[in-house]
C-alpha cells in the first residue's frame, strides 16, 4: 500500500521561475490497484513520479510503503519496495550485459549483494526461462545476446520483466511506452496488463496517452497544475470515454495536448 | 641498404626484450588498477600518477625503515587506497567531476609523495632484502642457479598480476561485482534495483589505486630506489596498454582474457619502448608515443565514420545500373539486420 500525505515540492524558490510542482498531494494506493495518472504537460506527473522513486526529496509531507516511512530513503534504499520501467528503453537495462546478467541483476532487487555468491548460477536457468518465454518474443533462446542488441521494445518487454521478476509492492511505470512506435506499444502494454493482473501488483502508470488511460487499470487519476483533480475508480472508470476526459481538461488552464487527443 | 624491419629488429635483443616483458608485468598490475574505473567503472580516474609515486614511496620508506617487505607492500596499497578514497569521495559526495577530482588528488599528492620521502626527490633501497631478491635466494636454492635482479623482477610481476587477473575476475563474477558493472554500464538502471551507485564507484576507485600502488611499490623493488616522478604519465601510459591490448584481443569477450589482455598491452608497450629507446631516442619521447598511440585508437571510431562517408560518395558516383544494385544489396542487408534485432520481425509478432 502506498500513502501519499500533504505533498508539497515548489522548484526555484525565490527566482522568477518559481514553479509549485506538487500541490498537496494526498493519494492512497491500495493494494491491487492498477492507477493511471493523466495530465498536460508541467501537470506534475512526473514530478509525482520522482518523489515517489526518491530522485526529488518532497519539501513537505510523507510517503510510506506498507506502513514503512521511505519520505527520506535514497532512492536505491526504496529499490525494495518499487519496480521502475522509465520512458527511455536504454535506461531500463545494462545494456553491454546479457539477457541473463540483466535478469539476474533484477532478481536480487532491494537485496544484498554477495561478493562470495556467483551471481549467474544454473539455479535460476530455468525461471528465467520460463519467465522469458511468456514475453512471446522468442528472448528465452538468447540468454546470452548483450542487451545492446536488442530494439527498444524487447528492451522495454525486459524491463518490465526485470521490475517484477521480484514482485515489487508497487510498480511504477513512466509512460514506458511512450518512445515506441503504435504496433509495439501496444504489444508492451499488452504484456504490462498481463503480468500486473497475474500477479496483482500495485501499479502506477503514467501516461500522455488518454486511451490507454482508460482501457487499463481501476483507477485513474488526472493532474493539473500539481493538483489531482480528477479520481475515478471502478465502475465509474468503466464507463469514462475520451469525450468526458477532455471535457474535465477543458475546464483546466491548460488545454490538453495534440497527443493526447490523436492518442 | 636494410629494410626497415630488420634494422629495428637489430635493435631487439633477448636481454632488452626480457627486461621490457619484466617491466611490462610490474606495469601491468597498475594497468589493471587503470582498467577497474576506465573500463568497468567507467570513471576517468585521474588520481594514477600521484598515487603509483605514493605506492612507491610509502614502500621505499617502510622498507628503510626496517619492516617486513611483504607488510611493506600492504601498506603502500593501503596508502593507495587512501588516495583513491579522498578523489572518491571528492566525486561522489562532492559531486566534482571524476577528472577534476582526480587532477586534484594527483596534485596534492606531489607535496606529500615530497613529505613521505622527506623532502627528497630520491630515495635509494640500495641493497636492502626485497620480494625481488628473496625469489633470487629462492631460485639459487633449488636450481643452483644465479639469475639476474631483473629476471627475478619478472617472476615477482608476473606472479602478482597472474593473481590480480584471477582475483578480479573472480570478484568480477560475483553478485556483488555484476553490481559494480552494472554501475559502469548504467548507473540509473542499477540504482532503481538497490544499489547505492556511489558506494560502488567509491569502492571501485579505492581497489583501482590500491592495485596502482602496489605496482608502484613492485617497481622500487625492481629499481632499487623511489622516485618523486616516478608515476608521471602512468595514466597514459595505462590507457595506452588497455588500448593495444585491444587490439590484439578484439575478438574475445571472455572477460578474464580482457583483464589478460591489458597487462598483454602493458608488455607490448614497454617492448615497443625499449625498441624506441635502442633506436636512440629518449625514454621522454615515450609520453609523447603514447599520447600519440591513446589518440589515434580514440579517434578511430570517428576516422572509421568517415571512410564511409567517402564510400558512400564512391557508390553515388557509379553508374545508374550499378548504384541501384548496390543501394538494393545495402536495403537487403539492412531489412536482415532489423528482422534479426526488431521487435515483431518475422513471424513473432
Known sequence: MLKLKNIYKTFNVGTINEKRALDNINLVLNDGDFVTVIGGNGAGKSTLQNVISGTIIPDYGTIEINNVDITKYPEHKRAKYIGRVFQDPMLGTASDMWISENLALAMKRGEKR??????????????????????????????????????????QALTLLMSTLKKPDLLMLDEHTAALDPKTASLVLNLTNEIIESSKITTLMITHNMRDALAYGNR???????????????????????????????????????????? | MASPFELVLSYINVNSLLGAVGQGF???????????????????????????????????????????????????????????????????????????????????????NLRILH?????????????????????????????????????????????????????????????????GNNEKMIRALGVNTDSIKLFGIILSNMLIALS???????????????????????????????????????????????????????????VVINLGLDANDMQLLSA????????????????????????????????SKAYDQDYKEAIEKRNVTEIGGGDNA
Open chain 2, 119 to 183: 623532502g627528497k626527490a630520491n630515495v635509494s633501497i640500495g641493497k636492502i632484502d626485497t620480494n625481488i631478491t628473496a625469489i633470487s635466494k629462492l631460485i639459487n636454492k633449488i636450481f643452483n642457479i644465479t639469475i639476474p635482479h631483473t629476471r627475478s623482477g619478472m617472476i615477482l610481476g608476473i606472479i602478482v598480476s597472474l593473481a590480480c587477473i584471477l582475483l578480479l575476475y573472480f570478484l568480477l563474477g560475483t553478485e556483488f561485482g555484476a553490481s559494480i558493472r552494472a554501475t
Open chain 2, 26 to 112: 610490474i606495469w601491468g598490475v597498475m594497468v589493471l588498477g587503470v582498467y577497474i574505473t576506465y573500463k568497468i567503472l567507467n570513471v576517468s580516474d585521474l588520481t594514477v600518477d600521484g598515487s603509483f609515486a605514493t605506492g612507491g614511496a610509502v614502500f621505499a620508506v617502510t622498507i628503510l625503515s626496517g619492516m617486513n617487505t611483504t607488510l611493506c607492500l600492504l601498506l603502500a596499497m593501503l596508502a593507495g587506497g587512501l588516495c583513491g578514497f579522498v578523489t572518491g569521495i571528492l566525486h561522489t559526495k562532492f559531486k566534482i567531476p571524476a577528472i577534476l577530482a582526480g587532477i586534484l588528488t594527483q596534485l596534492g599528492l606531489y607535496s606529500i
Open chain 2, 216 to 274: 608502484g611499490a613492485m617497481l622500487v623493488q625492481m629499481n632499487k630506489y623511489a622516485d618523486v616522478g616516478m608515476g608521471k604519465g602512468a595514466i597514459v601510459y595505462g590507457l595506452a596498454s588497455i588500448v593495444i591490448g585491444e587490439v590484439f584481443f578484439r575478438k574475445f569477450s571472455n572477460f578474464g582474457i580482457k583483464l589478460a589482455s591489458s597487462v598483454f598491452g602493458c608488455i607490448v608497450f614497454f617492448i615497443i619502448r625499449s
Open chain 2, 292 to 323: 600519440i598511440i591513446v589518440v589515434i585508437a580514440l579517434a578511430m571510431p570517428i576516422f572509421k565514420e568517415n571512410m564511409n562517408i567517402r564510400k558512400i560518395g564512391k557508390r553515388n558516383s557509379l553508374n545508374e545500373m550499378n548504384q
Open chain 1, 114 to 155: 554477495s561478493a562470495f555468491r556467483w551471481m549467474i548460477d544454473n539455479k535460476n536457468n530455468k525461471f528465467f526461462t520460463d519467465q522469458l518465454t511468456k514475453l512471446g518474443l522468442g528472448l528465452e533462446t538468447r540468454m546470452k545476446t548483450k542487451v545492446k542488441l536488442l530494439s527498444g521494445g524487447q528492451r
Open chain 1, 220 to 263: 485513474l487519476v488526472m493532474m493539473d497544475q500539481g493538483k489531482i483533480i480528477f479520481d475515478v475508480s471502478g465502475k465509474e472508470k468503466k464507463n469514462l470515454t475520451v469525450e468526458d476526459l477532455l471535457k474535465k481538461f477543458n475546464q483546466t488552464k491548460d488545454a490538453p495536448s495534440d497527443a493526447m487527443i490523436l492518442g
